[in-house]
């Protein structure tokens, strides 16, 4: 059975985009806004993150404090400066990777498997 992932963002063509980015043949892809947690958590979540202050920003935090989701892993993708990304408290959670725009599809693709097998 395919693992289940969340792409999420506020822009359409972002989910599109990154989910065109996943192999389809591995994991079950669902596409969101990050207006909450989805009903049916998946084994992972993709963040599109394309500032602080944001729904998306709002929606880690929410799964973070969430004893329900705080370990489910997270890839935030965004083209923010990784100074920045890397000053929120979430940023130093072992569950959150941090993939910069313009994604590539082998490094989303090994950061995702790295996140759900971490003792690969």
Do not use: C
């Not at 958590?41 to 329900?68: K, S, V």
């Not at 083209?79 to 941090?98: E, F, G, K, N, R």
Request: aromatic share 4%; glycine share 2%; net charge negative.
């Amino acid at each position: 059975m395919p693992t289940s992932i969340a792409v999420v963002a506020s822009d359409a063509r972002t989910r599109e985009r990154l989910a065109a980015l996943i192999p389809s043949d591995s994991f079950h892809l669902s596409l969101q806004s990050p207006d909450g947690v989805p009903p049916h958590l998946p084994a992972l979540f993709i963040i599109a993150l394309p500032g602080i202050q944001t729904a998306e920003e709002r929606l880690i935090e929410q799964l973070r404090a969430d004893e329900a989701t705080a370990n489910i892993p997270i890839v935030i993708v965004s083209a923010l400066p990784m100074v920045q990304l890397q000053s929120v408290p979430y940023a130093a959670d072992w569950t959150i990777a941090i993939v910069e725009e313009p994604v590539k599809a082998g490094e989303l693709a090994d950061t995702i498997r790295f996140l759900l097998n971490p003792d690969s």
